[in-house]
């Protein structure tokens, strides 16, 4: 019999017996490490007990998946014009050349490359400040468990971007990678900042960096809520676009770990839009959770493991939901 063992923070057990309920498999003993499908998510994933397990799936791809979600090589696997001008930068480095680039009132956002929840987000507007970020603050932030401090990106800092509800905001586009296969899911998280957009108070983390944070409008999904419709077939085009580029310049299959004979998993990318409905790609991130706005109202979870154990051989095609909000891009009819 199929087995499975899950520890996760954002799937509840009523949720997950649910799902299995019909497919005739069974929770795995506590002390079972050999099983069919090992799930794991936030710090779950460092659990080093979990690195004995043997499983024929995993939903953790090995090392190969930082090179593309490190931010400093975004620009290698999404082509212009969906991204920002990024430049790597490491501390030590000279920064001469940056010198030139603070015309018309230019501005930059510093991002550590394996940087999360918005830590270490700082925007610049002159060579002074560049220069006394890396020289003096950036020692005085705490990171909170990043460990790669040494790495940066400098990206150009969007300066027309479109609002939601007078806010700043960008949308979080979850895709699965599975074997040579990519799957996007066609609704998007809307994630705004806590505060009203201007161009000025730079400084100001609650108008100028979208987080999904308390005081971010909320439980809001794209495109059902999203208030300017006359975008919507343009943002998604474009978005069908990116992951072409994506697949493309992607090396596929990734690597596994060594003790799972199988992998898949799930990702985001973080895209803004501009006034005119352009799309730009901030970054791609791993590890990523089932936001509770988005649960309540599509089964990402539930659509995403019915393509990977179907993929596998695990599920036919005749157990799976209904409808699935996944699209396979190389079914992309551009």
């Known amino acids: 019999m199929n087995t499975y063992h899950i520890k996760s923070v954002y799937l509840k057990d009523s949720r997950i017996e649910k799902y299995f309920s019909d497919k005739d498999w069974k929770r795995a003993d506590k002390k079972e490490k050999n099983v069919t499908l090992l799930y794991l998510d936030y710090l779950n994933i460092y659990d080093r007990k979990y690195w004995s397990y043997h499983s024929k799936i995993k939903n953790l791809i090995g090392e190969d998946k930082h090179k593309f979600t490190d931010k400093s090589n975004l620009d290698f696997y999404i082509q212009k014009p969906f991204t920002l001008y990024t430049y790597p930068y490491s501390i030590g480095q000279n920064l001469e050349s940056f010198k030139n680039r603070f015309k018309k009132d230019k501005k930059y956002i510093l991002k550590p490359t394996k940087g999360r929840e918005g830590i270490g987000i700082e925007i610049v507007k002159n060579y002074h400040e560049l220069t006394k970020f890396f020289d003096v603050d950036v020692k005085k932030i705490d990171f909170k468990g990043v460990k790669e401090r040494q790495k940066w990106v400098i990206q150009e800092y969007l300066e027309n971007p479109m609002l939601y509800q007078n806010r700043k905001f960008h949308l979080r586009v979850y895709f699965l990678i599975v074997d040579t296969k990519i799957y996007y899911f066609t609704r ?6 806590a505060k009203e957009y201007k161009n000025s108070d730079f400084d100001n983390k609650e108008i100028h960096d979208s987080h999904y944070g308390e005081n971010s409008i909320r439980n809001k999904i794209f495109p059902e809520d999203f208030m300017e419709k006359d975008y919507i077939e343009k943002i998604n085009k474009d978005i069908d676009k990116m992951f072409r580029d994506l697949k493309s310049n992607l090396k596929l299959p990734m690597n596994c770990y060594p003790e799972d004979d199988n992998c898949y998993e799930v990702f985001a990318a973080d895209i803004m ?29 539930e659509n995403g493991l019915d393509i990977v154990l179907n993929h596998y051989g695990y599920l036919e095609e005749d157990k799976m939901m209904k409808e699935n909000f996944y699209r396979d891009v190389e079914k992309l009819n551009l």
């Open 188 to 193: 998007y998280l809307i994630i705004t900042a």
């Open 273 to 301: 839009i501009t006034k005119t409905g352009d799309i730009k790609v901030l970054e791609f991130n791993h590890s990523v959770g089932y936001p509770e706005s988005m649960d309540k109202r599509y089964p990402l979870f």
